[in-house]
Every structure is written in C-alpha cells, then in structure tokens.
C-alpha cells in the first residue's frame, strides 16, 4: 500500500493569529482523508518536551475527540489538558505521544459506535489502524508495538476505546476509558466483553458519582482475570460529573497508570 507524504504543518502557525492555549509541540496533519470513513478531518500529533533531544522513542495514545484535548479555542466545553499534564509528567519521566482524533460533530455517535445498529465504529478503529498508524509510526518515533500503543477517550470514546482494546488485541496493549457510555446499544458492551478472549495489558475505568456507574464492568473485567491495582485501576471520584473538567482532572493518575512499566 502507498503511504502518501503529509507536511505536517506547526498547529500556532496553522491557526494564525486566533489565542490558543496549546503548550509545547503540537503538528497537524490538515485534512486527512479516510478510505474507511470516506471523510477528511485535521489530525493533531503532540510531542513530549525532549523529542527534540536526542533518538528516543515514545509509546502512542489515540485519543477521540481531538479538539477538546488541546485548546481551549477550540473545545466543545473546556478543554482536557493534555499537554500541560505531560508537561508535568515529563517530570516523573513518563513521556508519550498523542495523537488526537477530532470528532465530525453530528456523526460522532456514529462513528463511536461499534455496534451493528447504523454504527461506524469498526471502520472507525480500521481507519485509527490501518490508515493513522501507520503514518504515525513512520513520521515520528514512536515504539510501535501493542506494549506501547493504547487508546484513550470519554463517554462513546470511552466505549470505543474499550471496544477496540478487545477487537484489536495485536494492536492495542492499554486502553483508558473515562466515563465510558456503558449504556449505549441496550449495553452491547457487555456482552462482547464477556465473550472476548482475555488480552493481556491495562485498563483503566472511571466514573464520577454523579453520572453513570462503570462498577458493573469493573466487576466484568475482574471476572475475565484483570487485577485491580496491576492490570485494572478503577476509580469512583465523588462528585465527579460527565463532563471535560472531571475528565482532565482524572487523566493524570489514568496516564501514571497506562504509561508505567
């Protein structure tokens, strides 16, 4: 298969004089066209603070619902912090690559959904696997093994994420999933994860108290052999409520956890 050359554009300059709140190394790939989806959206690749020092390579996080991740001027209802938070792990010595997936608005349902009913979702990991991966790992240094590549998002991204944890196992080795939409599709989830072979690697689960509960699938996962506080780190935050903030504030102890070897 051709992998075709991307210019990979600097985000600030691609977005002219409009205020941003992106920190570091952000690179954008304009317009990336998916034969799965047959649909184009902006893909953006941030980089840890020592890329620029040195041959290191990096794990890989796919994250959905790319422009609420970085940039408070572009994000749906406040942003996640992504990069300020590696910043500061940078610090612990964890370090990553992020590769963030924007969604299409009003086919995002669709295309987080991985069940047969009108979803997309299947083609939607094909084009994170077959399409993105492989440009990803040749464009940048990455450590492209299932070990080191996983899938991170919130609500039907967490879903996604979850479900293509399971349906990709030579791919993805962790996976994080924040407040995952359980309930979706008369809660298929659970059924398929059931019937799933065990994938070895690390699952991280939450909810806040004042949303949606995920102890259903924890008590799932732990029944397939995952192990709380190794393989599985679940987390209940009082409070917590299904929205960007909670999410933020959750993502570093999820990103300690995912990222630790």
């Keep these: 298969m051709r992998i075709e050359t991307i210019n990979w554009q600097d985000y600030a300059a691609r ?3 409009r205020e941003h709140s992106v920190v570091d190394t952000l690179k954008v790939w304009p317009e990336a066209w998916s034969p799965q989806l047959e649909n184009k959206r902006d893909i953006l690749v941030y980089l840890p603070p020592s890329y620029k020092r040195g041959n290191r390579r990096y794990p890989v996080i796919y994250m959905h619902d790319g422009q609420n991740l970085f940039d408070r001027a572009t994000s749906y209802a406040g942003e996640w912090q992504v990069d300020e938070t590696l910043e500061l ?4 010595g964890l370090e990553a ?3 963030g997936i924007p969604n299409l608005g009003d086919r995002r349902v669709v295309e987080y959904n991985p069940f047969p009913d009108k979803g997309k979702g299947e083609r939607y990991l094909a084009f994170i696997v077959e399409t993105l991966k492989p440009m990803i790992d040749r464009d940048f240094r990455t450590r492209p093994t299932r ?5 991170l998002g919130s609500s039907m991204g ?3 994420s979850l479900y293509g944890f399971f349906h990709y196992p030579y791919v993805f080795g962790f996976a994080g999933a924040m407040s995952p939409a359980l309930w979706f599709a008369g809660r298929a989830i659970f059924p398929y994860v059931r019937a799933a072979p065990f994938v070895s690697g690390r699952i991280y689960l939450d909810h806040g108290t004042r949303e949606g509960n995920a102890r259903p699938m924890r008590a799932l996962l732990v029944e397939k052999g995952y192990r709380l506080g ?3 780190m679940y987390v209940h935050e009082e409070g917590g409520e299904h929205n960007e903030a909670a ?3 959750r993502l570093p102890e999820a990103l ?3 990222l630790r070897r």
């Design 89 to 92: 792990l940078s610090q612990e």
């Design 247 to 249: 999410w933020a504030r």
């Design 15 to 17: 977005n002219g004089s």
């Design 147 to 151: 070990d080191h590549t996983g899938l």
């Design 97 to 99: 690559i992020v590769v």
């Design 230 to 232: 190794h393989s599985l």
């Design 158 to 160: 967490g879903l996604i």
């Design 256 to 258: 300690r956890f995912l």
